[in-house]
């Protein structure tokens, strides 16, 4: 079934799959999300994406379905939820898809190829390329792509991707159309792949940031294919949950290494309260000093989601130029 707008998000313009008839001047468009993002971040990957098209939707309205490639690994209450309020992969073939979105998953292989979801997500990649007009691959998704498109490799940084990061618009193209010269842009991420590499293989940045690297780029592959190194949909709180989470999981002995604060994220005062927090768990490294972790306190200007709205907002546009619209001679009287 398509997911009903109004659970969690209630939207006039966001339409279940039964919906009253389209009014003049109104388009429709049919929005798919594979959502592959680890149990924690499920369902706050469902709302994020779900208020970006909310906010950028205007008069046209959305059929928004998610799904979820079966062999990414699931706790019983995740694949519940995944049953519950999903639509099986295997339907993706049966709807009329005009814009997909895919996004990454937590690494667990040494390499792509050796993930266990490697083989559906290849499938995926190629069905997009001939029956959807756009698709967006987000992060870990986006190396995914690359690496099977064009054999471009992602490549392991010294240290993790993550903070806050102004991005600067280098392209003048529909998807950046009124966005700020800069913008700035949630990272979280293991790997990277090198903007000369992409410039070698045909691609267009369309932003990049200096400390983070390409950012957003572009490439036509029948279907125009977006790749989000980082998050424009991540909401404020998003890199902390992450960050507490990897803290944890330190704490448990799940990690060998202390997770490294997010750059540009928190203010200085909290930033100077986790580094004596992280001296504190390297000397006792113990799963209860998780419970004495201080309250935390962001910067002002972490991403409240206006750059990424105006990115989607383009993103719907382009996809709706072929949408159904009723003429207004065809309006009921």
């Not at 930033?271 to 768990?281: G, I, N, P, S, W």
């Amino acid at each position: 079934m398509a997911l009903p707008f109004d659970r969690p998000i209630a939207s006039p313009a966001l339409a279940p799959a039964q919906s009253e008839p389209l009014r003049a001047g109104e388009g429709e468009l049919t929005i798919a999300l594979v959502n592959n993002m680890p149990d924690s971040a499920l369902k706050a990957t469902e709302r994020q994406f779900m208020r970006l098209v909310q906010s950028a939707a205007g008069k046209t309205r959305i059929r928004f379905h998610c799904f979820a490639l079966p062999t990414v690994a699931r706790s019983k209450q995740a694949k519940a939820h995944i049953d519950k309020e999903y639509v099986d992969l295997a339907e993706l073939h049966r709807l009329h898809i005009d814009g997909l979105i895919v996004t990454g998953a937590e690494p667990l292989a040494p390499t792509l190829q050796e993930e266990p979801y490697w083989r559906e997500f290849t499938d995926l990649i190629d069905w997009a390329r001939t029956n959807t007009r756009s698709a967006i691959w987000s992060c870990l998704a986006a190396h995914a792509a690359l690496q099977h498109l064009d054999g471009i490799e992602r490549k392991r940084l010294p240290q993790k991707c993550s903070g806050v990061y102004d991005c600067a618009k280098t392209a003048n193209d529909w998807l950046t159309v009124d966005l700020p010269p800069s913008i700035k842009v949630s990272h979280s991420r293991l790997n990277e792949v090198r903007e000369s590499d992409l410039v070698a293989g045909g691609y267009q940045i369309l932003t990049r940031s200096e400390q983070a690297g390409s950012d957003i780029f572009a490439r036509d592959f029948g279907s125009r294919f977006i790749f989000f190194q980082g998050h424009p949909e991540y909401d404020a709180l998003s890199l902390q949950r992450e960050y507490m989470r990897d803290i944890a999981r330190y704490l448990s002995g799940e990690r060998k290494d202390y997770p490294a604060i997010p750059a540009s994220y928190f203010d200085t005062p909290t930033e100077e309260v986790l580094a004596d927090f992280e001296q504190r768990a390297r000397a006792h490294r113990k799963v209860e000093l998780a419970a004495e972790l201080p309250g935390l306190t962001l910067r002002g200007g972490v991403p409240a989601g206006g750059a990424a709205t105006t990115i989607f907002r383009n993103w719907l546009d382009f996809l709706g130029q072929d949408a159904r619209v009723l003429p207004p001679e065809s309006v009921r009287k």
